[in-house]
């Protein structure tokens, strides 16, 4: 004899089968959210702590898979390859989606084309910082001041980078266009010798990311000149924009979650609201503000839009340096 289906098991069904974030996710299997850089660095602890904020929304675990190299094109080229079920998801930063492109003779993926946006997560500024002693000597107190006496002095200033292609060589050479000056490019290997190298005086000033040069910002070693976010930075609230004295400058370090593309439209939009709703809990913002980074919730459209802006900025940037990684 059959029995009527009572409505509360039907009820209880509907609610279970809404905490699954599409059909694939019935059978438990976790998401794995691809990082391709190391463990331990900025991009991995944010996905780490945005990984932890969103399991329960999405209906079971998300598993961080660590898959750094080739200057994050491994891990990214795994993204892109992916199959598009909202299982495999993915890290896309500044240099695998903006820089690798124009920098790498060859490129495992089509940045512009192989990824489907899910939500910007975070902006990290860069600042302009003078070693602080060097800053006194020559009378430089702002940015102002930095131009005007590389153009009374053609050739004398010089700046360090962690390498040629860096966030930093970029930023200089923007910096050096657009404000009509000339100052000698020294690349280093790495971000913390050519740190080291403007606290000793060998250097003249760096684009530094914020995180790394905030301990000798306040501790007086170093002077921040301008942050390189189009608005004031709240780590950094009295340092203005590099936008201030030169219009539309902004070359900050950003980082998103993106799907292969081909994801079902469906899909993208559940982990888009997921995830927005977890960069816009209070303790995701105080996580992310211990690494000087921003959260930026965005929508699948905006990030989309915003990568293609990148993308299409740093190809003049990078040709402009005539850098190249073969």
């Known amino acids: 004899m059959s029995h009527p289906i009572t409505r509360r098991p039907v009820l209880s069904l509907l609610a279970a089968s809404a905490a699954l974030p599409f059909v694939a996710r019935a059978d438990n299997r976790p998401i794995r959210l691809m990082v391709p850089y190391a463990a331990g660095g900025p991009i991995d602890v944010t996905a780490r702590a945005l990984a932890e904020r969103a399991k329960d929304a999405l209906g079971g ?64 500024p860069n600042v302009l910082v003078m070693n602080a002693d060097t800053a006194q000597r020559l009378k430089i107190n702002s940015l102002k001041d930095l131009i005007a006496y590389a153009k009374a002095n053609p050739a004398k200033l010089n700046y360090g980078s962690g390498g040629n292609g860096s966030a930093g060589h970029l930023a200089g050479e923007m910096f050096k266009k657009a404000a009509g000056i000339f100052a000698v490019h020294i690349p280093y290997n790495g971000g913390n010798p050519a740190q080291l190298a403007l606290l000793s005086g060998q250097v003249d000033f760096n684009f530094d990311n914020l995180a790394t040069a905030a301990p000798n910002i306040r501790g007086g070693k170093l002077k921040a000149l301008a942050v390189t976010t189009l608005q004031r930075s709240p780590f950094l609230p009295d340092v203005p924009p590099v936008a ?41 913002k105080s996580r992310f503000a211990a690494l000087f980074a921003e959260p930026v919730p965005t929508t699948p459209e905006q990030f989309g839009a915003f990568m293609k802006s990148e993308l299409a900025k740093y190809e003049q940037v990078v040709k402009a340096t005539g850098a190249k990684v073969d």
């Open 244 to 284: 201030d004295t030169l219009k539309g400058f902004s070359i900050d370090t950003w980082w998103g979650l993106v799907a292969p593309t081909g994801t079902p439209r469906d899909v993208l939009e559940r982990l888009n609201r997921v995830f927005v709703d977890a960069l816009n809990a209070p303790e995701t």
């Open 61 to 124: 675990p998300i598993i961080i898979d660590n898959k750094p190299g080739a200057g994050g094109n491994i891990g990214a080229d795994m993204v892109a390859k992916a199959q598009p079920d909202g299982l495999t998801i993915g890290i896309a930063a500044t240099a695998t989606n903006a820089v690798n492109p124009w920098l790498y003779s060859r490129m495992p993926y089509n940045a512009a084309t192989d990824f489907a946006p899910i939500t910007q997560m975070v902006r990290v």
